[in-house]
């Protein structure tokens, strides 16, 4: 089992800037990638950065691409998502989530990952 738990989130302007963490603990040989989601209400949820843990390869969502950057602490067992450049229709609920699965794919989907945090919301207003 693993366990995920996020902090960072919170409220800000457009244009300001957000730092997430998620910290894992528990039977870490069971996943080789952690990465962050989002949701709105009423809307699917939706893959925005993930990150391999042993060669630190990423992806990100276009919509995020050049605003947002996931990294890691392996020594904490803990990835970030540094959000800046915020839009209002980044707001949503963004959770952590682990799992096993290979290189690249259809990595948005979250059906691949089998380990969730309880989710942080984050609020940018205009």
């Known amino acids: 089992q693993v366990q995920l738990v996020e902090s960072g989130g919170g409220s800000v302007q457009a244009g300001g800037s957000l730092r997430l963490s998620c910290a894992a603990s528990?039977?870490?040989?069971?996943?080789?990638?952690m990465g962050w989601f989002r949701q709105t209400p009423g809307k699917e949820r939706e893959g925005v950065a993930l990150?391999?843990?042993?060669?630190?390869?990423?992806y990100y969502a276009d919509s995020v691409t050049g605003r947002f950057t996931i990294s890691q602490d392996n020594a904490k067992n803990t990835v970030y998502l540094q959000m800046n450049s915020l839009k209002p229709e980044d707001t949503a609920v963004y959770y952590c989530?682990?799992?096993?699965?290979?290189?690249?794919?259809?990595?948005?989907?979250?059906?691949?990952?089998?380990?969730w945090g309880q989710g942080t919301q984050v609020t940018i207003s205009s």
């Open positions: 528990g039977y870490t040989a069971s996943r080789n990638c």
């Open positions: 989530a682990a799992g096993m699965r290979p290189y690249g794919g259809n990595w948005p989907n979250p059906k691949e990952y089998t380990y």
């Open positions: 990150i391999y843990t042993g060669t630190g390869r990423s």
